[in-house]
């Protein structure tokens, strides 16, 4: 654009400059023109004087063709003089003339001259508007996949500078239990009282570290196991001493919602029944939770771990099955836990399932009886 801006400017200036010329030749042979009119015209006069007196002296004649000299320059000067305005105004025609002559032509030019420039423009943006789009694309685009990785970047120097969170662990109430809880499963609610801070301190724990989607199988069902026999442990304590857990509520105490996890409150049923039965289907659940009671199956001295979990499954199976406090087991006669009444849809075939840990081996036409269930306290 500068380039054919300038282009027309210069063409302009030409096409003056040369109009310019043209009327100062004009005007400098239309100046000498009075000039040689005056010396012209004196020869003339001077043989008109000599012809009108020729008796005269020779020094009359010299004085007068003196005074005629004098007298035709005087005159000629006066004529020049008073041509000079009419020349002046002839010139300024000439030139006007011209002027109007060459403004056409320099109108021509100019139109032409902006005609072409429009006509490249219009070019120039035509073949460069596609590549200009795509380079702002491609800038953009590349400006976002530079943002991307810088975010990135922050957060991973975020995540080395920031204190790693300490790993969720079931350590505390692992003490609590070896100190307040024999190998039989006998509970010292005396000791757990004197160390309720503790449980506290581990039930908020639980709070703080719900389950998490990413979780195993085994960590998500230790979890539960563990919030279940901790806070029956705390229900006790908060009503202790009594004789039984069913004294507690109105005899319900597993409806009581009151425990708080994940942004929600539970009761022991919820725990229980909603959430380790019906997502894990694994019946040796039963062997793991504790419900205070004497004629349940004994709490574990230790916590329930991922670790752990399968290990400890097929060993309280075992140990609650085989124990004649709690099952009583002839080959063509069973007499067994109510548990194995209340929740008979979780085990499937009785037989079947009691013989995969029975020492003794059951006919599968015994008879099945089911013992009364003690509810005193497991103390």
């Known amino acids: 654009m500068k380039n054919l801006k300038f282009i027309l400017f210069f063409a302009l200036v030409i096409s003056l400059s040369a109009c310019g010329d043209s009327g100062n030749s004009s005007a400098s042979s239309d100046t000498k023109t009075p000039e040689k009119i005056a010396i012209d015209e004196s020869p003339n006069t001077t043989n008109t004087s000599n012809e009108n007196s020729p008796t005269s002296t020779s020094s009359d004649v010299e004085k007068s063709e003196q005074t005629d000299s004098q007298t035709k320059e005087q005159e000629a000067t006066k004529l020049t003089k008073?041509?000079?305005?009419?020349?002046?105004?002839?010139?300024?025609?000439?030139?006007?003339e011209k002027v109007k002559t060459a403004t056409p032509k320099l109108t021509e030019k100019k139109t032409e001259l902006e005609t072409k420039i429009q006509k490249e423009v219009i070019n120039n943006n035509t073949t460069t508007t596609t590549p200009i789009e795509k380079?702002?694309?491609?800038?953009?685009?590349?400006?976002?996949?530079n943002i991307i990785p810088a975010k990135t970047k922050i957060k991973e120097e975020v995540k080395k500078d920031t204190p790693k969170k300490p790993a969720f662990s079931h350590s505390s109430w692992d003490a609590l239990l070896k100190?307040?809880?024999?190998?039989?499963?006998?509970?010292?609610?005396?000791?757990?009282?004197?160390?309720?801070?503790?449980?506290?301190?581990?039930?908020?724990?639980?709070?703080?570290?719900p389950v998490q989607a990413d979780w195993s199988k085994n960590k998500k069902m230790a979890y539960w196991i563990n919030a279940y026999n901790a806070y029956t442990v705390k229900l006790i304590l908060d009503n202790y001493p009594t004789a039984s857990i069913t004294k507690l509520e109105g005899g319900k105490p597993w409806d009581k919602k009151w425990i708080k996890l994940n942004g929600k409150t539970y009761s022991l049923n919820n725990i229980e029944n909603d959430i380790l039965r019906p997502q894990?289907?694994?019946?040796r659940i039963h062997f793991a939770v504790n419900c205070a009671a004497k004629s349940c199956?004994?709490?574990?001295?230790?916590?329930?771990?991922?670790?752990?979990?399968?290990?400890?499954?097929?060993?309280?199976?075992?140990?609650?099955?085989?124990?004649?406090?709690?099952?009583?087991?002839?080959?063509?006669?069973?007499?067994?836990?109510?548990?194995?009444?209340?929740?008979?849809?979780?085990?499937?075939?009785?037989?079947?399932?009691?013989?995969?840990?029975?020492?003794?081996?059951?006919?599968?036409?015994?008879?099945?009886?089911?013992?009364?269930y003690n509810w005193n306290l497991n103390e």
């Open 82 to 96: 008073k041509d000079a305005p009419s020349t002046t105004k002839e010139k300024v025609k000439k030139l006007e």
């Open 135 to 145: 380079k702002v694309e491609k800038t953009v685009e590349t400006k976002k996949d």
């Open 179 to 209: 100190k307040n809880v024999t190998s039989s499963g006998k509970v010292n609610y005396k000791g757990f009282k004197a160390d309720l801070p503790k449980l506290r301190a581990y039930l908020k724990l639980l709070a703080k570290n």
């Open 280 to 283: 894990f289907k694994d019946a």
């Open 297 to 372: 199956p004994p709490i574990l001295n230790r916590a329930w771990t991922v670790n752990n979990l399968n290990s400890n499954f097929e060993k309280r199976a075992k140990q609650f099955i085989n124990d004649t406090k709690y099952n009583q087991i002839a080959a063509d006669k069973i007499k067994v836990s109510k548990i194995f009444e209340w929740y008979a849809s979780d085990f499937g075939n009785l037989i079947n399932f009691l013989n995969k840990y029975s020492n003794t081996k059951i006919n599968s036409d015994a008879k099945v009886e089911y013992l009364d």
